[in-house]
């Protein structure tokens, strides 16, 4: 496969070609989802839930978001890697904003960034794309205001909320962003908002009509451990399941000294020695 670029997904978008969008917060599940065809890695600041624990994205920090770009870039050959700015990076100076997104894509190697917001961002999405850097957009529920918001609910529900939504979205397409997710918005506003633009609508949450769909990594593989999975997810594995139960398994062969067995033992200096480095 050649390397995946926004011309190839504005292509796809023009072909009714679907496109796979998948979180990714780390080398080993990059891996996975780069050899199971997905085509852009989201390195979302839901790792703040998912990986680091904390109730919302909030306070999840650049050089949080940076040490988890690094590693999945690092495992990424022909996927897009879009990471997250995350809370309140691209709100101040629109040069702080500039070095915000540089750090992602110089020292994170990231290939564009994601963020939250309809026109009040649009100066700052404009300056990072004269920059040079692809803009991917975020509409609909934006977990960085959960506070403002409060609460994790669909939106644009209201014919005024879907109109701004509508809006927003055409204003940062002309600002030059290169895609929008949509988080929890009607199935209808959802496929409005697609077919008038000419960039890719991400949903999540948000209908089968849009251009691509966005899954959180832990989510779509029953990872996470929820006890009733939310309404927009597609559970496709138990891993949880799996990963508990071979601990557990571990847990019993250590105790019952099962484990280690004749086979992961040592013998002779030499052995060791031709293992290691042999
Ligand atoms: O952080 C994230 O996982 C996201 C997706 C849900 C779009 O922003
Ligand atoms: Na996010």
Same mark, same amino acid.
Do not use: W
């Given at each position: 496969?050649? $390397?995946? *670029?926004?011309?190839? !997904?504005?292509? @796809?978008?023009?072909?009714?070609?679907?496109?796979?969008?998948?979180?990714?917060?780390?080398?080993?599940?990059? @891996?996975?989802?780069?050899?199971?065809?997905?085509?852009?890695?989201?390195?979302?600041?839901?790792?703040?839930?998912?990986?680091? &624990?904390?109730?919302?994205?909030?306070?999840?920090?650049? +050089?949080? @978001?940076?040490?988890?770009?690094?590693?999945?870039?690092?495992?990424?050959?022909?996927?897009?890697?879009?990471?997250?700015?995350?809370?309140?990076?691209?709100? &101040?100076?629109?040069?702080?904003?500039?070095?915000?997104?540089?750090?992602?894509?110089?020292?994170?190697?990231?290939?564009?960034? %994601?963020?939250?917001?309809?026109?009040?961002?649009? $100066?700052?999405? /404009?300056?990072?794309?004269?920059?040079?850097? $692809?803009? @991917?957009?975020? #509409?609909? #529920? *934006?977990?960085?205001?959960?506070?403002?918001?409060?609460?994790?609910?669909?939106?644009? %529900?209201?014919?005024?909320?879907?109109? /701004?939504?509508? +809006?927003?979205?055409?204003? !940062?397409?002309?600002?030059?962003?290169?895609?929008?997710?949509?988080? #929890?918005?009607?199935?209808?506003?959802?496929?409005?908002?697609?077919?008038? #633009? +000419?960039?890719?609508?991400?949903?999540?949450?948000?209908?089968?009509?849009?251009?691509?769909?966005?899954?959180?990594?832990?989510? !779509?593989?029953?990872?996470? &451990?929820?006890?009733?999975?939310?309404?927009?997810?597609?559970?496709?594995?138990?891993?949880?399941?799996?990963?508990?139960?071979?601990?557990?398994?571990?847990?019993?062969?250590?105790?019952? /000294?099962?484990?280690?067995?004749?086979?992961?033992?040592?013998?002779?200096?030499?052995?060791?020695?031709?293992? !290691?480095?042999?």
């Amino acid at each position: 496969r050649k $390397p995946v *670029t926004t011309a190839k !997904l504005r292509k @796809m978008k023009e072909d009714r070609n679907p496109i796979t969008v998948v979180t990714a917060y780390d080398y080993t599940s990059a @891996m996975l989802a780069e050899q199971a065809g997905v085509e852009v890695l989201l390195v979302g600041d839901s790792l703040g839930n998912v990986v680091l &624990g904390y109730e919302t994205t909030v306070p999840v920090t650049l +050089s949080d @978001m940076l040490h988890h770009t690094k590693a999945v870039t690092r495992a990424a050959r022909t996927s897009f890697v879009v990471a997250d700015l995350p809370f309140a990076t691209y709100h &101040g100076s629109l040069d702080q904003t500039l070095r915000n997104a540089a750090c992602l894509m110089q020292e994170g190697l990231a290939k564009a960034v %994601k963020l939250e917001g309809g026109a009040e961002i649009v $100066p700052a999405v /404009r300056a990072l794309v004269q920059a040079g850097i $692809p803009v @991917m957009a975020h #509409l609909g #529920l *934006t977990p960085q205001s959960i506070h403002q918001i409060g609460g994790f609910k669909v939106q644009g %529900k209201t014919d005024e909320q879907a109109k /701004r939504l509508l +809006s927003d979205a055409k204003l !940062l397409e002309e600002a030059g962003a290169f895609a929008v997710v949509l988080e #929890l918005v009607t199935d209808e506003l959802a496929r409005e908002v697609t077919d008038a #633009l +000419s960039i890719p609508t991400i949903g999540i949450g948000a209908g089968a009509s849009c251009d691509g769909q966005v899954l959180v990594f832990h989510d !779509l593989l029953g990872y996470a &451990g929820e006890s009733h999975p939310k309404r927009m997810v597609k559970e496709y594995a138990a891993v949880g399941d799996v990963i508990r139960g071979a601990l557990q398994h571990y847990v019993q062969d250590v105790k019952a /000294r099962q484990f280690p067995a004749e086979e992961h033992t040592f013998h002779k200096p030499e052995e060791v020695a031709s293992h !290691l480095y042999g």
